[in-house]
């Protein structure tokens, strides 16, 4: 347990880069991502890395949280053909992460109402959906757009930040004072 302490005894390894004052949170963008969020209005700052599953994530955290962002078509396209092994294939790897989530640019009347470039049925889509969340664990956010989508990958990638930052604060407070021999 020590070890592991000691390997995330800098701001770096949670997800926090030094600049002038405080430290900045750094969100880490998969380069595979087509339409990356800038998170501009967070005060974020975004880097390119390659990562194991998902879009978004945090350094240090890279195989413990994952966001995957869809647009609604391309989710629509991901339940249908070879598309669907795929996404299953990364829903699998999502479903043994700490944190992860599906954040969808639409709502989920959307998918219902068939709003949509797809031959796919609204009752299918929703079935698949339903279907993936129960068998991989993963939770699709329906953030309604863009600009929620956004919203909802950097509030969860804080949260989550937040609450590590928490634990570890504990953890090294039980160390620090001897209790954790």
């Known amino acids: ?10 701001s770096e390894s949670i997800g926090l880069r ?3 004052g405080p430290s900045q949170m750094v969100i880490l963008c998969d380069p595979r991502e087509q ?8 005060g974020v ?7 194991p599953a998902g879009d978004y994530s945090i350094p240090g955290f890279e195989d413990r949280v994952a966001i995957e962002r869809k647009e609604l078509n391309d989710l629509i396209s991901c339940l249908m053909g070879s598309n669907r092994d ?11 992460y700490d944190l ?5 640019e639409a709502t989920l009347d959307d998918v219902a109402k068939g709003r949509y470039k797809s031959e796919m049925k609204a009752h ?11 068998r991989y664990r993963v939770p699709f956010v329906w953030a309604g757009n863009r600009a929620g989508a ?9 949260k989550y930040l937040a609450e590590i930052s928490k634990r570890f604060e504990i953890v090294q407070k039980t160390l620090k004072n001897g209790e954790g021999k």
């Open 35 to 42: 339409k990356v969020y800038s998170f501009d209005r967070f």
């Open 18 to 20: 030094a600049k002038k």
């Open 100 to 104: 992860s989530a599906v954040v969808v």
């Open 45 to 51: 700052r975004t880097e390119r890395a390659t990562l």
């Open 150 to 158: 956004e919203y909802a990958t950097y509030s969860l990638l804080e």
């Open 86 to 96: 795929r996404f299953e294939r990364e829903l699998a790897k999502l479903r043994f």
């Open 124 to 134: 299918a889509a929703l079935q698949s959906i339903f279907a993936f969340q129960t």
């Open 1 to 10: 347990m020590k070890d592991a302490v000691i390997r995330m005894n800098t």
